[in-house]
C-alpha cells in the first residue's frame, strides 16, 4: 500500500475520519456539523431577560411623565382676581368712657363710641328717671373721655362741673362764662373749655370770636358752629 500523504486527503495530517484532533472543541449537540456554535450562558439569558424589562419600565415611565406635562400645558388656567381697593386707613378714634350718675335709671359707667353725646349717655343708662331735671341737661354736648355726667332731679341745684343751659339769649359771653358754660355749648368739653378760660386769662380776654382760633383744640370748622352761640 501508498503511504497517505497530505495531498491526498483534504483533512489536515494527523487526523482520522470522523475523531477531532486534538485540542479542538466539540461540537454542542444537536448543532449543524462544523458549526463553531458555543454552549449558551443561561446567566447571560438572565442578564438579558432583565435589562429588556428595565428598559420598558423606563420607556413606560418616561411616556406617561410626556403626557402629564402635555396635559397640564394644554388644561386652561384659572385667573384669580386680586381686590386692589386699598384697606381703609385706621383713623385712630378711640372710644370713650363715661360715668352717668344721678337721675337716669341705670347710673353706671358705660363704654360709647367718640364723638357721643350726652343724649346717647343718658339713653346708654335707661335714659332719665321720673323726678330727673331734663332742662338743666344739655342733651347735645359732646363727651370727653373719663368724664362724669350728673344728672340732677327736680329743685336739686347742678352738680359742680355740670353742663348748664346757656343763657336766654341763647350766646355764651366768652370773657365771662365759667367752665360749665362753655360746656353746654356743642363740642366743647371740660379740656377745651380750661383751654379757652386759660387762653383769655392770659391774653386779658377775647376781642373777637376769631380768637377762638388761637385756643389749641379749635379749628375752623369748630370755630363755624360756635360763631352764633357766643359773644364777647
Do not use: C
Not at 10 to 16: A, Q, Y
Amino acid at each position: 500500500m501508498s503511504p497517505v500523504t497530505a495531498g491526498d486527503r483534504d483533512e489536515p495530517l494527523g487526523t482520522v475520519a470522523g475523531v477531532a484532533a486534538p485540542g479542538a472543541s466539540a461540537p454542542y449537540p444537536g448543532s449543524a456539523p462544523g458549526s463553531d456554535s458555543a454552549v449558551p450562558d443561561p446567566s447571560a439569558r438572565r442578564r438579558l431577560g432583565v435589562g429588556a424589562v428595565v428598559v420598558l419600565v423606563v420607556a413606560a415611565l418616561a411616556v406617561t411623565v410626556g403626557i402629564g406635562i402635555l396635559r397640564g400645558a394644554m388644561a386652561p388656567v384659572d385667573e384669580v382676581a386680586v381686590d386692589q381697593t386699598p384697606a381703609p386707613a385706621a383713623t385712630g378714634v378711640a372710644d370713650v368712657y363715661v360715668h352717668v350718675a344721678g337721675a337716669v335709671r341705670t347710673p353706671g359707667l358705660y363704654l360709647l363710641p367718640a364723638g357721643a353725646r350726652v343724649v346717647d349717655a343718658v339713653a346708654a343708662a335707661g335714659g332719665f328717671s321720673e323726678d330727673a331735671d331734663r332742662d338743666a341737661v344739655n342733651l347735645a354736648r359732646t363727651l370727653d373721655d373719663g368724664e362724669q355726667l350728673p344728672v340732677p332731679r327736680e329743685g336739686e341745684a347742678a352738680p359742680a362741673g355740670a353742663a348748664a343751659p346757656p343763657p336766654a339769649d341763647g350766646r355764651v359771653d366768652l370773657n365771662t362764662a365759667d367752665a360749665a358754660l362753655l360746656e353746654a355749648l356743642p363740642r366743647i368739653g371740660p379740656a377745651l373749655a380750661e383751654r379757652i378760660i386759660a387762653w383769655r386769662e392770659d391774653n386779658g380776654g377775647f376781642t373777637s370770636i376769631e380768637d377762638l382760633l388761637a385756643v389749641p383744640g379749635i379749628g375752623d370748622k369748630m370755630l363755624e358752629s360756635l360763631r352764633d352761640l357766643v359773644t364777647v
